[in-house]
């Protein structure tokens, strides 16, 4: 299993959505906080494709399961403070 860093750029392109920082930005602002105790795959926001992988990465802990946590974090109002040096988006 490829265990190597995916950037939040190629989760979003991975999800069929807009990936530049704009839109990633965007797309946190508009869909945060996401509640605790909300899966983040059950969100409504989410097609029934999109929530599938999710839901079957972070499920069985695959290679892009900590990008997907990084997202659930910043979705339940983490600051980008609190992201990876690297950022979120990829920069």
Sequence with gaps: MDMSLHRFTELFAQL?????EASIR???KAHAPLAP???LAEAPFWSASQA???REEIGRDAEWAEV???LSLALRGASQCDWPAAG???L
């Design 26 to 28: 965007g797309f946190i």
């Design 16 to 20: 069929g959505l807009a990936s530049d």
């Design 88 to 90: 979120p988006i990829g």
């Design 68 to 70: 997907v946590d990084r």
């Design 52 to 54: 599938a992988f999710l």
């Design 37 to 39: 105790d909300f899966a």
